[in-house]
């Protein structure tokens, strides 16, 4: 599975953004979807979670409410929706997929995409 991100840019505080990840490969349906982030001299983190379905989601406290992950599986991408931006949302996201389900965990993880910029202007 290959892993194509996308959507990033710089934004305005209070702007938004939708990220897209799109995915090759026939199994894609049955992957566990997620996004992280990193920012300059931090750790990688979870940003939000969604099973095979979508019908299971799950974000990190930091952007619950604001942000909004989704999937469709007749193409093949995972989205996530960023409202309400603010400065300390800016990072390199990247998307992720698991064989197994989803975690906040990024070692968990099979397969990655090569991130995209995502900056944040107060």
């Known amino acids: 599975v290959q892993l194509q991100a996308s959507g990033g840019g710089l934004v305005q505080a209070g702007g938004s953004l939708r990220l897209s990840c799109a995915a090759s490969g026939r199994t894609f349906s049955s992957l566990g979807m997620g996004w992280f982030r990193q920012a300059p001299g931090k750790n990688r983190e979870f940003v939000a979670g969604?099973?095979?379905?979508?019908?299971?989601?799950a974000y990190a406290d930091a952007v619950k409410g604001r942000f909004t992950i989704s999937r469709d599986n007749a193409k093949n991408t995972v989205y996530l929706q960023m409202n309400s931006l603010k400065p300390e949302d800016t990072a390199v996201y990247y998307c992720?997929?698991?064989?197994?389900?989803?975690?906040?965990?990024?070692?968990?993880?099979?397969?990655w995409g090569q991130g995209t910029l995502v900056t944040v202007s107060s």
């Open positions: 992720a997929a698991d064989k197994t389900g989803w975690s906040i965990v990024p070692g968990v993880y099979d397969y």
């Open positions: 969604i099973n095979w379905s979508g019908g299971r989601t």
